[in-house]
């Protein structure tokens, strides 16, 4: 792992020298939260208020946690094809560094910015939708490092192959946009038929989503044991398999 | 080259054949690099080159043959050869934003380097003044000095160089090549690519001849210009009305040629120049203008392949 911390550190000077990039990953999901907040400000009383305010102060966090994570896989992806399309890759490839040690540097860099991102989101977020719901913070930005490093080693193995940039956002966007859909973040579990519900629990962003939910709302570690070794799992087969596929060209 | 000619052979290649599908991109290429050369593979775009220096460089598993990189094998034992060479790529790339002094602090934490030693390298290529500059704003000339700090930080035995002045104005070029030499006065091996003949002719010791994928001689360019072009010739200008009898004369002529006061006199000895100099001065024949035309190694090129390097 020689060179990891030089690499890390330069990988995120040279991102947030990129100024579009640096807005899309941390300013843009920061804003959806604000905005969101903002919203749920103008629900007014009523028989749907219950489930509205609901919406608000636990699905919308979770949602915007979600995304925070996508775009930090959407980023990796794209930076790693894009190194690969234009020979760094290659040119790092003469050098004793090995793929483990790029992928690593590379995560880290993103569940930095991811917790950077996090925490501007929830600062900046309306205080009394968050506040209401009585929020373990650094619980919740725990779990949402875990689910991003699994959400995020499922972006390693697209990363360690895809050829260009070209590919790199649409192979993201089929991928994981579909399961936030059937997650259990917008309906819930309970309701699927018992086959989607099974289909739904093969994939991790289902894991991801429910322990989120859990932990914003206030539930123990313990009880999302399971969607915490799911999210584990997920990463240490990911992590395996794209340093076995791994491309430097 | 330096003194004596180098003996030790720390590049073998032998039978080395590559293909890309249907493509047979380089067939029975053997040569080998010896300690303390600028050895040049030269031919056209898309004669082999890169791939040969690719799977000499181990990036590349050659459908068969053999070779040999200071008695290891570059597949297999790659992480090994990895902190002796030092490698620039063609075409190479780095981040857009990165800094000259960022990039070459990582490639010396890479290979476990000090960060001083990659600011000495700076300094020794030049490129202090521009060690804040990011890699996209570096011209083609600093952005090559940039590659070969990195591929030299590692203060590696042998260098390889693909392709190192391609783009380059010919001022920029001539800096390069100072560069290159300077490698080889510090006691390393030099193994380069180049389409440019004249590149080749003035800094490499050796060459070998590589067209459609099959080395086709190697030796150093000025026994490879007497093996296959040595004819010699002289152009004069003189209005002497007995000099062409005595061109005509000499034993080393081959064929004179005159139109009005302008001789052309060829032939294959290397002795040609001189004896044609004596001739002229014995008789005191006067003369307006004398040049010597020397065949060079693009005139190999053309002679062995039966095409130019430019087709």
């Given at each position: 792992m020689h060179g990891l911390g030089r690499l890390m550190w330069i990988e995120l000077k040279v991102f947030l020298r990129e100024p579009l990039g640096a807005f899309g990953t941390v300013v843009a999901p920061v804003l959806v939260l604000v905005l969101f907040g903002r919203i749920g400000t103008?629900?007014?009383?009523?028989?749907a208020q219950k489930a509205a305010t609901a919406f608000f102060t636990v699905d919308v966090p979770v949602f915007v946690t979600i995304l925070i994570s996508i775009n930090a896989v959407v980023s990796l992806v794209s930076i790693m094809s894009i190194y690969r399309e234009s020979g760094i890759l290659k040119r790092l490839?003469?050098?004793?560094?090995r793929p483990s040690t790029i992928l690593t540097a590379h995560v880290l860099v993103k569940l930095f910015l991811t917790s950077m991102t996090l925490i501007l989101a929830l600062l900046f977020a309306n205080r009394s939708l968050l506040t209401a719901a009585g929020v373990p913070f650094l619980r919740f930005l725990l779990a949402a490092l875990i689910a991003t490093a699994a959400i995020l080693s499922m972006g390693f193995v697209i990363a360690s192959f895809v050829p260009s940039g070209r590919f790199a956002q649409p192979i993201t966007s089929v991928l994981l946009y579909p399961m936030i859909a059937i997650s259990g973040l917008f309906v819930p579990l309970s309701s699927y038929s018992p086959g989607f519900r099974s289909f739904a629990r093969v994939l991790p962003m289902t894991y991801a989503v429910s322990l989120l939910h859990g932990i914003w709302k206030g539930e123990a570690w313990a009880a999302h044991a399971g969607d915490i070794g799911a999210l584990f799992l997920v990463f240490a087969i990911c992590t395996a398999l794209s340093t076995k596929i791994f491309r430097w060209e | 080259m330096n003194g004596t000619k180098p003996a030790r052979a720390v590049i073998e290649v032998s039978g080395l054949r590559k293909t890309y599908g249907s493509l047979v991109a380089v067939d029975e290429v053997s040569f080998e690099v010896h300690d303390g050369e600028i050895f040049g593979l030269i031919g056209?775009?898309?004669?082999g080159k890169t791939t040969t220096m690719e799977c000499v460089e181990g990036l590349r598993t050659p459908d068969r043959g053999k070779i040999s990189v200071f008695g290891l094998?570059?597949?297999?034992d790659i992480h090994k050869l990895q902190n002796r060479m030092g490698v620039q790529l063609q075409e190479a790339q780095l981040q857009k934003r990165i800094k000259v002094w960022e990039a070459v602090h990582l490639w010396a934490s890479l290979y476990g380097m000090k960060s001083s030693d990659g600011e000495r390298l700076l300094e020794q290529l030049g490129m202090v003044d521009k060690r804040n500059t990011w890699f996209m704003k570096l011209s083609g000339g600093q952005k090559q000095r940039l590659f070969i700090a990195l591929a030299l930080i590692n203060d590696p035995e042998v260098v390889f160089l693909d392709e190192l002045t391609t783009g380059l104005d010919p001022q920029a070029r001539r800096a390069i090549w100072e560069l290159v030499r300077g490698i080889r006065a510090r006691g390393k091996t030099v193994f380069l690519t180049t389409h440019l003949m004249e590149e080749a002719e003035r800094l490499c010791d050796r060459v070998a001849i590589i067209d459609h994928g099959r080395i086709i001689d190697v030796d150093s360019p000025e026994a490879l210009v007497n093996r296959y072009c040595p004819e010699r010739t002289v152009v004069l200008m003189t209005d002497d009305p007995s000099a062409e009898v005595l061109f005509r004369a000499m034993p080393q002529v081959a064929a004179v040629s005159a139109n009005g006061g302008r001789f052309t006199i060829r032939g294959k000895s290397e002795d040609l120049v001189t004896t044609v100099i004596r001739c002229l001065s014995e008789n005191r024949i006067r003369v307006s203008d004398f040049r010597t035309i020397l065949p060079n190694l693009e005139d190999v090129f053309i002679k062995v392949t039966g095409h130019s390097i430019r087709d």
């Amino acid at each position: 792992m020689h060179g990891l911390g030089r690499l890390m550190w330069i990988e995120l000077k040279v991102f947030l020298r990129e100024p579009l990039g640096a807005f899309g990953t941390v300013v843009a999901p920061v804003l959806v939260l604000v905005l969101f907040g903002r919203i749920g400000t103008y629900v007014v009383a009523g028989g749907a208020q219950k489930a509205a305010t609901a919406f608000f102060t636990v699905d919308v966090p979770v949602f915007v946690t979600i995304l925070i994570s996508i775009n930090a896989v959407v980023s990796l992806v794209s930076i790693m094809s894009i190194y690969r399309e234009s020979g760094i890759l290659k040119r790092l490839s003469t050098t004793p560094l090995r793929p483990s040690t790029i992928l690593t540097a590379h995560v880290l860099v993103k569940l930095f910015l991811t917790s950077m991102t996090l925490i501007l989101a929830l600062l900046f977020a309306n205080r009394s939708l968050l506040t209401a719901a009585g929020v373990p913070f650094l619980r919740f930005l725990l779990a949402a490092l875990i689910a991003t490093a699994a959400i995020l080693s499922m972006g390693f193995v697209i990363a360690s192959f895809v050829p260009s940039g070209r590919f790199a956002q649409p192979i993201t966007s089929v991928l994981l946009y579909p399961m936030i859909a059937i997650s259990g973040l917008f309906v819930p579990l309970s309701s699927y038929s018992p086959g989607f519900r099974s289909f739904a629990r093969v994939l991790p962003m289902t894991y991801a989503v429910s322990l989120l939910h859990g932990i914003w709302k206030g539930e123990a570690w313990a009880a999302h044991a399971g969607d915490i070794g799911a999210l584990f799992l997920v990463f240490a087969i990911c992590t395996a398999l794209s340093t076995k596929i791994f491309r430097w060209e | 080259m330096n003194g004596t000619k180098p003996a030790r052979a720390v590049i073998e290649v032998s039978g080395l054949r590559k293909t890309y599908g249907s493509l047979v991109a380089v067939d029975e290429v053997s040569f080998e690099v010896h300690d303390g050369e600028i050895f040049g593979l030269i031919g056209p775009n898309g004669a082999g080159k890169t791939t040969t220096m690719e799977c000499v460089e181990g990036l590349r598993t050659p459908d068969r043959g053999k070779i040999s990189v200071f008695g290891l094998d570059p597949i297999r034992d790659i992480h090994k050869l990895q902190n002796r060479m030092g490698v620039q790529l063609q075409e190479a790339q780095l981040q857009k934003r990165i800094k000259v002094w960022e990039a070459v602090h990582l490639w010396a934490s890479l290979y476990g380097m000090k960060s001083s030693d990659g600011e000495r390298l700076l300094e020794q290529l030049g490129m202090v003044d521009k060690r804040n500059t990011w890699f996209m704003k570096l011209s083609g000339g600093q952005k090559q000095r940039l590659f070969i700090a990195l591929a030299l930080i590692n203060d590696p035995e042998v260098v390889f160089l693909d392709e190192l002045t391609t783009g380059l104005d010919p001022q920029a070029r001539r800096a390069i090549w100072e560069l290159v030499r300077g490698i080889r006065a510090r006691g390393k091996t030099v193994f380069l690519t180049t389409h440019l003949m004249e590149e080749a002719e003035r800094l490499c010791d050796r060459v070998a001849i590589i067209d459609h994928g099959r080395i086709i001689d190697v030796d150093s360019p000025e026994a490879l210009v007497n093996r296959y072009c040595p004819e010699r010739t002289v152009v004069l200008m003189t209005d002497d009305p007995s000099a062409e009898v005595l061109f005509r004369a000499m034993p080393q002529v081959a064929a004179v040629s005159a139109n009005g006061g302008r001789f052309t006199i060829r032939g294959k000895s290397e002795d040609l120049v001189t004896t044609v100099i004596r001739c002229l001065s014995e008789n005191r024949i006067r003369v307006s203008d004398f040049r010597t035309i020397l065949p060079n190694l693009e005139d190999v090129f053309i002679k062995v392949t039966g095409h130019s390097i430019r087709d």
